[in-house]
């Protein structure tokens, strides 16, 4: 059974930082990306980067780059989203999924693309 674990939210003030993870277990795809997904009260879900497992690419959405930063530790098999200078405006819920499509239906940034999620972990970022 394929299950994303989240873990590592927490409160934090502007301008800080937090490590989240994805434990990954009973994965048996050769090829697939993880996606790490947020959504804040009253708003859809958005994606926010997305990791190639073939070849470790990434993608962050603009108002991220520069301070979030995906990867992997394979001997854990997790992966993790690295977010540094944390705003106000990031607090959500986060959550980890994974596409294991052989093609790209929708924009990586798209819920609909990924077909195993977990359950989402509390970011919030005080003022």
């Known amino acids: 059974e394929v299950q994303l674990v989240e873990s590592g939210g927490g409160l934090v003030q502007a301008g800080g930082s937090l490590r989240l993870s994805c434990a990954l277990s009973g994965f048996i795809f050769d090829d697939y990306a993880i996606g790490w997904f947020r959504q804040a009260p009253g708003k859809g879900r958005e994606g926010v980067s997305r990791?190639?497992?073939?070849?470790?690419?990434?993608d962050y959405v603009d108002r991220v780059k520069g301070r979030f930063t995906i990867s992997r530790d394979n001997t854990e098999n997790t992966v993790y989203l690295q977010m540094n200078s944390l705003k106000p405006e990031d607090t959500a819920v986060y959550y980890c999924?994974?596409?294991?499509?052989?093609?790209?239906?929708?924009?990586?940034?798209?819920?609909?693309?990924?077909?195993?999620w977990g359950q989402g972990t509390q970011v919030t970022v005080s003022s």
């Open positions: 990791r190639e497992s073939r070849d470790g690419s990434t």
């Open positions: 999924a994974c596409d294991t499509s052989r093609y790209r239906r929708y924009p990586w940034t798209s819920d609909r693309q990924y077909n195993y």
